[in-house]
């Protein structure tokens, strides 16, 4: 059974700052691709930022130059320091860590951590 296990979420003012942290374990296969989605109230799910195997990110234009992945030192374990925050980066974060190989793919999903950036 894998886990994937969000934490760090929080209320904040804008300007603040906030980092979420998670952790994927019980998989089968490698996981390979780790990532960070938001949902806003209304709104789909959308890419905050992705991080892969050999150490590629992506990051959604609206973040960039103010959101920063990374990976932790545990296996599997990821970090999304959020700079700058604004009102509209209110939204509930999750996690996904994806296993990519020959002939399958499988995706897991946190439980979501809420982060509200109000004043």
């Known amino acids: 059974q894998v886990q994937v296990v969000e934490s760090g979420g929080g209320l904040v003012q804008p300007g603040e700052s906030l980092r979420l942290s998670c952790a994927a374990s019980?998989?089968?296969?490698?996981?390979?691709?780790m990532g960070w989605y938001r949902q806003a109230p209304g709104k789909q799910r959308e890419l905050v930022a992705v991080v892969t195997g050999d150490g590629s990110t992506n990051y959604a234009d609206s973040v960039k130059g103010r959101f920063t992945i990374s990976v932790g030192n545990a296996r599997y374990t990821v970090y999304l320091q959020m700079n700058s925050l604004k009102p509209e980066d209110t939204a509930v974060y999750y996690c996904?860590?994806?296993?990519?190989?020959?002939?399958?793919?499988?995706?897991?999903w946190g439980q979501g951590t809420q982060v509200t950036v109000s004043s």
């Open positions: 996904n860590a994806k296993s990519i190989g020959s002939g399958y793919e499988y995706e897991y």
């Open positions: 019980g998989s089968r296969f490698s996981i390979n691709v």
